[in-house]
């Protein structure tokens, strides 16, 4: 009997854990771990931030995975041990033939002086709901949606939050009366896609009237004043702030030294294995080096991928069986713009010298593909 052991249940584990029990016998048996008893659709908290969905729309109970045959164990991993493929529990300790890697990043407020003060970090639920209770009242003022450090998860995230604020505002018809701005710690919107998708980006942020003030690094934040410092000096007050934390790998990979402390798991890109044979690390947990110099981005989109790859690899290496897979750096991202309006984008951004990304022209459409891959993530496993 093998014993596969996948470290976290967000996107990336889940995937792996659904496509190893399609290819294993029933026999086998694949283990999750994770802090939480519920999984939660990350991209659904933007639809809670601007009052579309609420909390009960966006999770799901892990416990329906045993219905599958996945043994779920719901405590905080302690301890991994690459060298046996091994996870800690405060009372187990599990042994596997292989280990998969899915913790994703630690969102981390606390790195920068008084953001911990703030409740609007929309990455997470109750973040994003505090955003909502404060722009369902909100007459007048200024909203800032910052992003205090790269990398961070899902490039598009926080210039989504800012155009679904912005038609959230209209909608309520005090737009006039509000500015929306982004003071983003990065030199251009999801720059690994291109200048072409950059520029899209920026000229919708235009169109609704969003400034957008880039390469602003955040010092420091005053939450009884309301006011931003940053690294150059520049003061900025605010009414609602709705921020996107500074991220860092999980503590118990930093201590099994699969990571740096400043740094993400390094894998082989296409196979996703670490430098420990069968024991491999997918999504927001690793840091995968372009041609350009820039990281592949953080998104659900490549965890998805690279949790099925990995799945076919560990199952050809335990049955023999399936032709195996590689990842291939292919993705593609919807990105919201308010009022019932989404862009597209899709690309290969293992591409060299640099990602080949093509942006479709914005419209309902797209929209409606966000909301039906919502529909569809809930449907193909609760
Ligand atoms: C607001 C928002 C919008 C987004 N929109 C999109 C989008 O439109 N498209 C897209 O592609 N991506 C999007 N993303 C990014 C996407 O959600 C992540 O990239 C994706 O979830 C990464 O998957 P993962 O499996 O690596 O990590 P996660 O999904 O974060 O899962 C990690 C899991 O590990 C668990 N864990 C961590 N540490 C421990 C521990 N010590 N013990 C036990 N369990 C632990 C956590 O509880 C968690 O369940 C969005 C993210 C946010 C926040």
């Known amino acids: 009997m093998a014993r596969i052991l996948i470290a976290g249940a967000g996107v990336g584990g889940l995937a792996a854990a659904h496509r190893l029990r399609l290819h294993l016998p029933q026999s086998d048996q694949i283990v999750v771990f994770d802090q939480n008893s519920m999984h939660t659709f990350w991209p659904s908290l933007l639809w809670v931030m601007t009052?579309?969905?609420?909390?009960?729309?966006?999770?799901?109970?892990?416990?329906?995975?045993?219905?599958?045959?996945?043994?779920?164990?719901?405590?905080?991993?302690?301890?991994?041990?690459?060298?046996?493929?091994?996870?800690?529990?405060?009372?187990?300790?599990?042994?596997?033939?292989?280990?998969?890697?899915?913790?994703?990043?630690?969102?981390?407020?606390?790195?920068?002086?008084?953001?911990?003060?703030?409740?609007?970090n929309f990455y997470t639920l109750a973040g994003a709901e505090a955003v909502w209770d404060q722009l369902q009242t909100m007459g007048q003022g200024r909203v800032v949606v910052l992003i205090s450090r790269t990398p961070f998860k899902c490039p598009a995230a926080p210039y989504e939050a800012a155009m679904l604020i912005d038609g959230a505002l209209?909608?309520?018809?005090?737009?006039?009366?509000?500015?929306?701005?982004?003071?983003?710690?990065?030199?251009?919107?999801?720059?690994?896609?291109?200048?072409?998708?950059s520029g899209a980006v920026i000229d919708a942020l235009e169109e609704r009237n969003i400034a957008y003030h880039p390469q602003q690094v955040v010092s420091q934040v005053n939450a009884s004043d309301r006011r931003l410092t940053?690294?150059?000096?520049?003061?900025?007050?605010?009414?609602?702030?709705?921020?996107?934390?500074?991220?860092?790998v999980p503590t118990v990979v930093e201590a099994a030294d699969l990571a740096p402390a400043d740094g993400w798991v390094s894998v082989d890109r296409h196979t996703m294995e670490t430098r420990f044979e069968n024991v491999f690390a997918i999504g927001d947990v690793t840091g995968i080096p372009l041609a350009l110099g820039k990281p592949l981005p953080k998104a659900g989109v490549f965890a998805h991928r690279q949790g099925e790859v990995v799945a076919d690899i560990v199952a050809r290496r335990i049955t023999g069986r399936n032709n195996g897979s590689t990842f291939d750096g292919v993705g593609e991202c919807f990105i919201e713009m308010g009022r019932g309006i989404a862009g597209?984008?899709?690309?290969?951004?293992?591409?060299?010298?640099?990602?080949?990304?093509?942006?479709?022209?914005?419209?309902?459409?797209?929209h409606a593909g966000k909301v039906a891959f919502e529909r569809h993530w809930w449907a193909q496993w609760w």
């Open 51 to 120: 009052g579309t969905r609420q909390a009960d729309q966006v999770q799901r109970s892990l416990t329906t995975l045993k219905e599958r045959n996945i043994t779920v164990v719901h405590a905080p991993i302690t301890a991994l041990d690459p060298t046996g493929k091994t996870v800690v529990t405060e009372d187990a300790r599990w042994t596997g033939d292989a280990l998969i890697i899915a913790l994703g990043a630690v969102l981390d407020p606390s790195a920068i002086p008084g953001l911990v003060d703030e409740p609007g």
């Open 170 to 197: 209209r909608k309520r018809r005090r737009r006039d009366r509000v500015t929306v701005e982004v003071w983003a710690a990065e030199p251009a919107p999801m720059g690994v896609a291109g200048p072409a998708v």
């Open 230 to 248: 940053f690294q150059d000096g520049t003061a900025v007050s605010y009414d609602l702030l709705a921020y996107v934390p500074p991220h860092r």
């Open 344 to 366: 597209f984008a899709r690309g290969n951004f293992y591409a060299e010298p640099a990602p080949a990304i093509h942006a479709y022209k914005s419209g309902r459409h797209w």
